[in-house]
């Protein structure tokens, strides 16, 4: 019994990080993105309505509106809507005076708090145009990101296509280096599954649009409305893929308190969303259940199974020797994010260290997640990410 909760736990630790990828590579060999897209001169591009939520942005909101306009899409096209969040700073500010320039930028005020998915939600109400982009305000575009992401609706199969946002301003001292080699691997995760099943699992929020009519309102105290969405589209049927050449820029995170406190409210999420989307665990399409549990359900539970295996090792350290050198394997590699500490205090880093760190990391804030989850949701009001890190 021991061995079998040591055995089945390592391996499933394993294949979520490393089997289920080189299963994905090997199946997206002979597959190939969808080609049927509008033309970038067509003058059947549709009409595009991009939704930003944002609180006290005044360090990048300028930036934001900038590059969003700073498009090769028809300007005729596009409306901007930005719902401030109750901000204190001068993020209002400026966007009514880019609204002198821009009459296409529409700023809506919510007096209290309110929490991204609430005004997504307002906003959408409000929207007309057949597609929607969901953005954050630190996410840059450039000139063909919004054509990269509208392209593939010719299609009316798809229902939703991600962006690759891709992480600038890396620092040795911090994570940045780990969390964007991190990122880059997810992107080419999402991309397979949408070029193989159509079931891209979450898009990144940061950077994704949807058809409106395939758009599902996220509910009260939900974190991740990015996944909600995205799932909620694979549960209707449709596709979802990942375009690579949808390409926006954004600050990576660097400090790991920021980091830790992003990844914990994600876990709160990510249980959230298991349990509204459990019915997808079997799927009438096999390749959604595939990916789901294999990308997603098993990672998060992840936590666990690092438990389980350390455990039953402990209990299994007398009967051979080689358990008794996997538990200090084991025990060796928990104590690698403290000995990873000390070393940067010393201004020394380690990059095998930083990414063992990294998971484990990633692994504590999805247990504490699930503890937050369990113990109940109040309120999905959040504070953003510190922006400029260094």
């Known amino acids: 019994m021991l061995e079998t909760i040591f055995w089945l736990s390592s391996f499933l630790i394993v294949y979520s990080y490393v089997i289920f990828p080189l299963l994905l590579n090997y199946f997206a060999l002979s597959k190939s993105q969808n080609t049927t897209v509008f033309s970038a001169q067509s003058d059947d591009l549709p009409a595009v309505s991009i939704l930003l939520a944002v609180y006290n942005e005044e360090q990048v909101i300028e930036q934001k509106i900038r590059s969003t306009f700073d498009t090769d899409y028809p300007l005729s096209k596009l409306t901007f809507y930005i719902g401030s969040d109750s901000s204190t700073d001068q993020t209002e ?43 954050d305000a630190n996410v840059f575009f450039q000139k063909d990101t919004i054509y990269q992401l509208v392209k593939h609706y ?23 280096v780990q969390e964007k080699t991190y990122l880059s691997r997810e992107n080419k995760m999402k991309y397979q599954e949408g070029a193989v099943w159509g079931t891209m699992i979450g898009a990144f929020g940061g950077c994704y649009s949807i058809r409106k009519k395939n758009f599902t309102p996220v509910p009260p105290r939900f974190f991740m409305d990015d996944f909600y969405i995205t799932m909620g589209v694979l549960e209707q049927g449709a596709q979802a893929i990942n375009e690579l050449s949808a390409r926006c820029y954004e600050d990576v995170s660097n400090k790991i308190s920021e980091e830790f406190r992003r990844k914990v409210r994600i876990s709160i999420g990510n249980f959230q969303n298991l349990t509204r989307y459990r019915g997808l665990l079997f799927s009438k399409f096999p390749g959604l259940s595939f990916c789901f549990w294999s990308h997603k359900v098993i990672r998060w539970l992840g936590p666990f199974f690092i438990l389980a295996a350390l455990l039953s090792n402990f209990l299994l350290r007398e009967n051979s020797e080689f358990y008794f050198f996997t538990l ?10 403290v000995l990873d500490e000390l070393l940067k205090k010393m201004r020394i880093h380690l990059s095998l260290f930083r990414f063992i760190s990294h998971f484990y990391l990633m692994n504590l804030a999805l247990m504490i997640g699930f503890f937050k989850f369990i113990s109940g949701v109040e309120s999905n009001v959040w504070k953003p990410t510190q922006r400029n890190q260094q």
């Open 328 to 337: 200090h394997v084991q025990i060796f590699s928990l104590m690698i994010p």
């Open 154 to 176: 010719k299609n009316e199969a798809i229902a939703l296509v991600g962006g690759n946002i891709i992480n600038e301003q890396l620092h040795k001292s911090g994570i940045s």
């Open 93 to 135: 500010a400026i966007i009514k005076k880019y609204q002198l320039q821009y009459p296409q930028l529409k700023l809506e005020v919510f007096p209290q708090r309110t929490g991204k998915a609430g005004i997504v939600n307002a906003l959408e109400l409000h929207a007309t145009s057949p597609i929607l982009i969901l953005t």
